[in-house]
């Protein structure tokens, strides 16, 4: 189970040549729960996951896995426990759906380990998962942008790690597939104790699934908690520059935004007009 697993910023300070995107950030990821990023764009969303995954090293402060330095920690051993799903990631031309699915196993692998039964029922629940079993045998660059991703999350979950990080993970999908997504996520969760921690740019599905968010504004934490905390009328004005009504989602019964536009007044029908449709 993940709550013996700790991952955690200190003082994290993160750029791009002259430029900072996040500044000595603090952060906390709950063990065993579910973790939603969100902010606008180009707050540091994807560059902090990226870091947290290791692979953007930090310019001041550190990501600690377990108490120890991620970016000091042997590839294959941060592999098994932590995996990652990056937001555009690129297969090797010609590849099939099952074989890029199989590469997720590769962190369980030595030099002289063959491929085992336990790499085949991993990849094939993972198809199974995200209900593309049926395209295991087709080329990934013959897919859809839906497809795609749906086969990007089956590698991440046959990769069978501890904690799991998402950049994105409903891109490219409808609002069907996107809670097909997110439902698989939370019963990985529910099921297996594992850690997840997902970038989203919906504001509402991030307080629905997540039992955990975090806001950034201006490279640092502006708001983290309950979705309940921070999904609030001020917060949302603070980070996204956007007035909004926030009430209970009578289905999930979490924080629901509805964004207030300029123009929102003008879609109010006439009182006459009511007057004749009622």
């Given amino acids: ?42 707050c540091g969303k994807s560059t902090l996951l990226r870091s947290m995954s290791r692979l953007l090293a930090p310019r001041g402060g550190q990501v600690l896995l377990d108490g120890k330095a991620v970016h000091r920690l042997p590839a294959k051993e941060l592999a098994r426990t932590l995996g990652l799903l990056p937001q555009s990631p690129i ?12 590469r997720g196993r590769h962190p369980h692998q030595g030099v002289f380990t063959r491929w085992r039964r336990e790499d085949d029922e991993a990849v094939a629940a993972a198809l199974e998962a ?48 996107q809670v097909e997504v997110l439902d698989l996520l939370t019963d990985l969760n529910r099921a297996r104790g594992t850690t997840v921690v997902m970038v989203l740019h919906d504001l509402n599905m991030a307080a629905r699934y997540a039992d955990h968010l975090v806001a950034l504004a ?8 309950t979705p309940e905390d921070v999904l609030t009328e001020d917060h949302v004005r603070a980070v996204f520059g956007l007035d909004s009504r ?33």
């Fill in 1 to 42: 189970m993940t709550a013996t697993h700790s991952l955690a910023a200190e003082a994290l300070t993160l750029g791009y040549g002259d430029r900072t995107v996040i500044d000595e950030l603090d952060l906390v990821v709950p063990p065993g729960r579910i973790t939603a990023i969100v902010g606008a764009n180009a």
């Fill in 218 to 225: 201006a490279g640092r934490v502006h708001a983290a908690g």
């Fill in 130 to 177: 995200t209900q593309t079993t049926t395209l295991a045998d087709r080329p990934v660059d013959e897919l859809s942008g839906g497809q795609r991703q749906r086969v990007w999350i089956a590698m991440a979950l046959a990769q069978q790690t501890d904690l799991l990080l998402l950049d994105e993970p409903t891109t490219f999908l409808d609002v069907a597939h």
């Fill in 91 to 102: 297969a090797p031309e010609g590849i099939t759906v099952a074989d890029l699915v199989g």
């Fill in 246 to 278: 926030v009430i209970v989602d009578p289905t999930s019964e979490r924080p629901l935004m509805l964004p207030i536009g300029r123009h929102h007044m003008a879609a109010a029908a006439p009182r006459d007009v009511v007057r004749q449709v009622g």
